[in-house]
């Protein structure tokens, strides 16, 4: 008699939108997977999605990673710069990333990771996933016009956002069998008039995002945190924003895990 051929487990990858201070609504949805020891194979992360996955892929644990997103603030994110190719120099976002993980490269991380930035001089789709990671997320979150580009001799990289933000096919094409996306644009409304030029640069950012956002019917799992009335840019609405992320995994967790049972 032969025996029953094992089950192949399902590679699981984590795509992670962007949207600026409503990336902690990913810590919510992270917290779920882990309660229910769903942990993926692979992550990709554009802005602030990237940021969230650099800090998760390298092993930091949930709860210091919410302790750190409950205490930031734009000063420890960028200095305020000449006016150039941004209001904020970018550096500063890189030094802090790599305050929290240490000079780590992609290679190193627990969780295979990709973070996705914009060639904004050739309008090119870039996959950063090989090298330092503190550059890589740095170049992920540079909202044009706000965050100075990472800028090397042969590109000017910016916001993956531009062409992509929420990078199903990217973590599909480093092998994951189902995607859980996290999507923090799809029911997205500003909920208040931008008081300043900083708020009213990031609402036109994703206003324009909106129409050319593509991916998200790609994915298996589709999880949408009802943020749309949160401000983009105030970090006082961090705890808030991770329990909508919790709320909204917690709608979606037993059709994954039974999607990943079948």
């Known amino acids: 008699m032969f025996g029953r051929k094992k089950r192949k487990r399902k590679k699981v990858g984590l795509a992670l939108s962007g949207g600026s201070v409503r990336g902690a609504a990913h810590l919510g949805v992270l917290e779920v997977l882990e309660r229910e020891g769903i942990r993926p194979d692979y992550v990709a992360g554009v802005s602030a999605g990237s940021a969230v996955g650099a800090v998760f892929c390298a092993g930091l644990d949930l709860d210091e990673i919410k302790r750190i997103a409950l205490g930031l603030q734009w000063r420890k994110l960028g200095r305020v710069t000449r006016p150039g190719l941004g209001f904020f120099d970018g550096k500063r976002l890189e030094e802090y990333v790599e305050e929290i993980i240490g ?12 973070t996705v930035a914009v060639d904004i001089v050739r309008g090119e789709l870039v996959v950063l996933k090989e ?15 706000i965050f100075t580009p990472a800028e090397s001799e042969e590109q000017i990289l910016v916001d993956g956002g531009v062409l992509n933000n929420l990078p199903v096919s990217v973590v599909r094409d480093m092998g994951a069998d189902y995607v859980i996306a996290v999507d923090l644009l799809l029911s997205t409304i500003w909920g208040a008039r931008p008081q300043n030029l900083f708020e009213l640069v990031y609402l036109a950012f994703y206003t324009l995002l909106r129409p050319a956002h593509s991916e998200a019917s790609e994915a298996d799992c589709l999880i949408v945190p009802a943020i749309g009335q949160f401000n983009w840019v105030d970090f006082s609405q961090v705890a808030a924003l991770i329990e ?19």
């Not at 090298?131 to 016009?145: E, Y």
């Not at 992320?245 to 709608?251: S, V």
Request: charged share 30%; proline share 11%.
């Open 131 to 145: 090298g330092p990671v503190a550059p890589a997320v740095r170049a992920s979150c540079a909202l044009p016009g």
């Open 244 to 262: 909508k992320g919790r709320e909204a995994a917690e709608a979606k967790i037993e059709q994954i895990k039974q999607d990943l049972e079948s």
């Open 103 to 114: 000079p780590l490269r992609f290679e190193e991380l627990e969780i295979p990771l990709a």
